[in-house]
Nanobody, 127 residues
């Protein structure tokens, strides 16, 4: 029903920046919440940032002040600007989309709320 395509990952040195992009290349339902999660081998997929269709944002404490999530509804796209990257940010980053509408600009952070996922893009931060 929904296909998400991520891009923008790669290697970067600590302190550097990357911008991840995620485009909905195909969909048959409306999408409301979108977000980014990340996962390292052997661990669960963790919340990074989410944004509602109205622009409400939420961030994990570990990325607040360094990462910025934004979206372009006309382009069906969501972005993650990552600044001052640290080695602990190394992970596969996944784009997620939620077809459920919530009033008041609410956007969930639990990954179980997101039905659609991209294939992931690797971000590797080295010292």
């Amino acid at each position: 029903q929904v296909q998400l395509v991520e891009s923008g990952g790669g290697p970067v040195q600590a302190g550097g920046s990357l911008r991840l992009s995620c485009v909905i290349s195909r969909r048959t339902v409306s999408i409301y919440g979108m977000g980014w999660y990340r996962q390292v081998p052997g661990k669960e997929r963790d919340f990074v940032a989410v944004i509602s269709s109205a622009g409400t944002t939420k961030y994990a404490e570990s990325v607040k002040g360094r990462f910025t999530i934004s979206r372009d509804n006309a382009k069906d796209a969501v972005y993650l600007q990552m600044n001052n990257l640290k080695p602990d940010d190394t992970a596969v980053y996944y784009c997620a989309a939620d077809k459920h509408y919530y009033s008041g600009g609410y956007v969930p952070t639990g990954r179980q709320n997101y039905e659609y996922w991209g294939q992931g893009t690797q971000v590797t931060v080295s010292l």
